[in-house]
């Protein structure tokens, strides 16, 4: 590594190197249209196998990531990913077979994405899932395409109105704008819940649905949920969920049982796969009976004993993507559901509640919880659900910033939770229930001890990070003088 | 097993340090009349031997590709994957990372895709690329998207030869917006020009053709892109990453958007998905491109490093403003076509597609000599081969399954005009003799 850091592909390329041996050709050469090929050399990198070996192997050291480092990084649930998980999905019937092979060639796989079809119709308390969508905003969406086709069935294609409350995650309203649908913000009372009466005021023929996420985004169950379902029943509407925040209710409480007619999941929030430093995740849809008949196509169904793909929907909104599915993932989350079992995921969602108020009792003293309990009592009296956010004013009024407080964390070992989301100046703090208690301790003191220190001295802050491969950078110039591939000028 | 590490004893503590006699104390936040009174109809949980028990036996009622000879394309191909590709991108340092938004933390992922971004750009001939999107359909139609942002324009015309599941979900993704989708049919297996032509309105906002096409032939991309910037129209280029070995890149025909499925580099058939969405543009669209974008930037001392940038395009700053509402990409996926593209260098890119080619050839060869003709003989094709079948395909399909082929794409499905066609799709991984017995069985 030089001054600047592990070199780039294209500096530690090689004319004429190569990492792979391509297999010898056991047919003429044939000369393809001269008329119709490249005439540029593409530039492409040469790299010998154990120099790319070892480059990627830099890298990867210079990522945090579950397998190496606490990751609270609220309303993204980084909890452990298991390796049997990742062992199944590379099995070769199922990771090496055609998408378009006969379907008497894949019943194995048609079998899992039925039973998956089902666990999720059953863990949402909802009576038909589409598992298609490709992650959680594509959900969104398309949950917002059945719901247009929904009404447009109806003759009310006038509701193209979608309610959401302020601090709804940002796909919320981006998903909407692409369904065209038009949002309208729905204001949050102070104890963090969706206030009812403004919603009240916005609810018309003209609205479609509401969006919420329930526990929501600032780590609270909303009790209401029941009565703002009937509010949005009565007004004719439809009550989306947002199930990012799944991780604190399976088999505690069901969205269908609480008013949802319908919803995503996040597969790699909820069940535990792997975030892929940022992807692939999957994000399957849960519907009431009334939405089925709308769902994209086609669908896993059994006939007898025998599983196929339903294309005779003629209602459907119509295919979202190509092929089936993120069907490596849904493998994934398929094994983690049978290694949990019903009392497993309970239990899940039990200890993500259990560990988030752990967290928040331990630091609530200097770390203000906004829509926690009052005057020194325990987290038992007003809880949150799996996470929590704290604005710690107190420390913000010292000097030191929110992300300062971030970037400390980092060289300490541990990478910060969301920031700045859904208030500004927060922590949102998501622990999940695969830590240990050793862990949480750990972390929770070292909240406490940057707190002190930011009492003594608040400019170390101001460096932080300083133990790792960079120090802070300079985000605001990437984005004036946009450098978006390597061009060969720099050294 | 559920992965909670937490024990008893120590449950009780944390329900004690919280001020909880149980943990009923602290579900009562939700209501008893929502609260769920049975368990979950879930099978009760399974060791990690009976789990894998059940999944070998899921797995082995699959007849995966690895025991049978695939010709089957049509949008996922069969092509060779090095050893270094699963043991590098899979490393759990990516594998259990998320979107890199701490870039002190993250370097190296955020290296990796700026990385990904430039072969991306090396690949297509093309200034910009994003850190991917979800597959191959959605990013065309996030570029349909993007070309009516740019334009202002609302008409959105595609070739028939574009794969016909992505026009599907392009028109779900028009539906219900206020952009008209209009479809331009095919002459002897390419994009009718005259009928493009044509079909352009002064509202055109992008014409998209594929190339090479769903068919298997390449287009005259050049001629297509003519009339779309004639038009003022952006042009779209539907692309195979692994034809760019051969063919010339999009950049170089003065294609606007570049969209396309990455499957083939380095990722598995894995029965659909996940899979990888790539897209490049021009330097002048950047900011109404959709998706992550790594740039370059400097620490506070000076050092070359690298952070999301252009955030302002997105979802979680812009709201339903952003150019597009996608959030978790295909950041595993776009780490696999790294280390495959880096593996494979210039050359080996070159060679991969020269081979697919010489196989394909190579077939046509044979099935013509056997009586077998290509629908379009006169198309140049890359490594998919439109076959007009002499027996009916319904027959010629199962015979070939029994003898452990998977011969090809019925796409009569897609296109009745050409009923008893077969797409057969021939990668580097075919060998001579497995062609010699496809052509036993389609003669």
């Known amino acids: 590594m030089n001054k600047n850091g592990e070199r780039l592909l294209f500096e530690i390329s090689t004319p004429g190197a190569s990492a792979v041996d391509l297999p010898e050709c056991d047919v003429p050469e044939a000369e393809f249209d001269p008329a119709l090929s490249t005439y540029t050399q593409s530039g492409l990198p040469e790299v010998g ?38 062992w199944a999905a590379g099995l070769a ?37 589409s598992l298609q969508p490709c992650a959680g905003a594509h959900g969104e969406w398309t949950a917002l395409k059945v719901i247009r086709a929904y009404f447009a069935d109806r003759g009310q294609e006038k509701r193209r109105i979608v309610l959401a409350p302020d601090t709804a995650h940002g796909t919320n309203p981006a998903s909407c704008a692409m369904c065209g649908a038009s949002v309208v913000t729905i204001k949050s009372l102070s104890n963090g819940l969706t206030d009812l009466e403004d919603l009240k005021t916005h609810l018309s023929d003209e609205v479609a649905a509401i969006m919420v996420t329930n526990p929501n985004t600032v780590g609270k169950f909303d009790r209401m949920i029941a009565q703002m379902a009937e509010m949005v029943h009565r007004a004719g509407a439809l009550l989306y969920l947002d199930g990012a925040n799944m991780n604190a209710i399976m088999g505690i409480t069901r969205p269908g049982d609480f008013g949802v007619d319908i919803m995503h999941y ?62 490596g993932v849904l493998v994934r989350a398929y094994a983690y559901i049978r290694a949990c079992g019903a009392a497993g995921l309970r239990d899940v969602s039990e200890t993500a509640v259990l560990a988030a108020n752990y967290v928040a009792q331990r630091i609530k003293h200097v770390y203000a919880l906004p829509f926690g309990p009052k005057d020194g009592s325990p987290m038992a009296s007003n809880p949150c659900a ?38 500004h100046d927060c922590l949102m703090i998501e622990p999940t ?27 170390p802050f101001k460096e932080a990070p300083v133990r790792q491969v960079v120090r802070r950078l300079d985000e605001v110039g990437a984005a004036r003088k946009p450098v978006l591939r390597w061009t060969g000028a720099q050294g | 097993m559920d992965y909670v590490q937490i024990t008893q004893k120590q449950r009780d503590e944390m329900l004690r340090a919280v001020g909880a006699s149980s943990m009923e104390d602290l579900l009562r936040q939700v209501p008893d009349e929502l609260r769920l009174k049975r368990e979950l109809k879930i099978p009760q949980g399974m060791d990690e031997l009976a789990l894998r028990r059940h999944l070998e036996d899921l797995a082995a009622q699959n007849s995966s590709a690895d025991g049978q000879v695939c010709f089957l394309g049509a949008g996922a191909y069969d092509h060779f994957i090095p050893a270094v590709v699963d043991h590098l991108a899979m490393k759990a340092e990516f594998l259990t990372a998320y979107t890199p938004y701490q870039a002190e933390a993250s370097q190296g992922s955020l290296q990796a895709f700026f990385e990904f971004q ?48 992505y026009r599907r979900v392009l028109q779900t993704y028009l539906s219900g917006m206020p952009l008209s989708y209009e479809e331009v049919g095919l002459k002897h297996g390419v994009t009718d020009s005259q009928e493009l032509e044509a079909a352009l309105e002064e509202d055109t906002a992008a014409v998209i053709v594929q190339s090479p096409n769903f068919l298997g032939h390449v287009e005259r991309v050049e001629t297509l ?174 015979e070939a399954e029994a003898e452990g082929i998977l011969a090809g794409y019925a796409v009569g499905k897609d296109y009745p005009e050409l009923g008893n066609c077969l797409l057969v799709a021939v990668t580097e991984k075919r060998t001579k003799e497995e062609m010699d017995r496809l052509v036993s069985v389609l003669k």
């Open chain 1, 93 to 129: 019937g199922f990771a090496n077979v055609h998408p378009l092979q006969s379907e008497h060639h894949v019943q194995g796989l048609m079998e899992l994405l039925y039973l998956l079809r089902m666990y999720l119709a059953e863990i949402a308390g909802l009576d038909e899932v």
């Open chain 2, 118 to 165: 430039t072969m991306v750009c090396q690949l297509t001939g093309l200034d910009v690329s994003n850190a991917s999107l979800y597959e191959g359909a959605t990013a065309v139609a996030e570029a349909a998207l993007m070309a009516a942002n740019t334009t202002g324009k609302r008409e959105i015309v595609v070739s028939r030869g574009v794969n016909p599941d």
């Open chain 1, 266 to 327: 996040n597969t790699h929030k909820t069940f535990s796969t792997p975030h892929g430093c940022g992807g692939p995740g999957a994000g399957p849809i849960a519907v009431r009976k009334e939405l089925s008949p709308y769902l994209p196509v086609p669908q896993v169904v059994k006939q007898g004993e025998k599983y196929a793909w339903d294309f005779d929907r003629p209602k459907s909104i119509g295919k979202v993507r190509s092929f089936w599915g993120q069907v």
């Open chain 1, 49 to 86: 196998q154990l120099d790319l070996v070892r480059h990627y192997t830099h890298l990867a050291h210079r990522c945090f990531s579950v397998d190496g480092n606490f990751y609270p990084l609220g309303s993204c649930t980084m909890k452990y990913n298991p390796k049997v998980n990742e």
């Open chain 1, 386 to 423: 799996h996470e929590f956010i704290t604005v710690p004013r107190a420390i913000i009024d010292r000097g030191v910033t929110i992300m300062d407080v971030a970037k400390a964390l980092i060289d300490r070992g541990y990478h910060p939770p969301t920031v700045h989301f859904p208030v």
């Open chain 2, 225 to 398: 892109a003519r009339f779309a910037r004639a038009n003022e129209s952006l042009a779209v280029q539907v692309f195979n990453p692994i034809s760019l070995g051969l063919l010339k890149r999009p950049g170089e025909m003065d294609v606007d958007i570049a969209a396309g499925e990455g499957q083939a580099l380095g990722t598995p058939m894995g029965f659909g998905g996940p899979y990888l969405g790539l897209f490049a543009t021009k330097e002048r669209y950047v900011r109404k491109m959709p998706g992550r974008l790594v740039g370059q930037t400097v620490d506070a001392e000076g050092r070359r490093a690298f952070c999301l940038t252009l955030q302002t395009r997105e979802q979680h700053i812009r709201r339903e403003k952003a150019t597009s509402n996608v959030c978790t990409n295909q950041g595993l996926m776009a780490m696999r076509a790294s280390v495959y593209m880096a593996a494979m260098g210039a050359k080996g890119m070159r060679r991969v597609a020269q081979l697919c080619f010489n196989k394909a050839s190579y077939l046509a060869n044979q099935l013509k000599a056997a009586g077998v003709s290509l629908k379009y003989p006169k198309q140049p094709f890359f490594n998919e081969l439109l076959v007009e079948l002499k027996r009916p395909v319904e027959k010629v399909l199962p």
């Open chain 1, 433 to 459: 229930e695969t830590e240990s208690k050793a862990t949480l301790d750990g972390f929770a003191e070292t909240l406490l001890e940057l707190a002190e220190q930011s009492e003594r001295d608040a400019r």
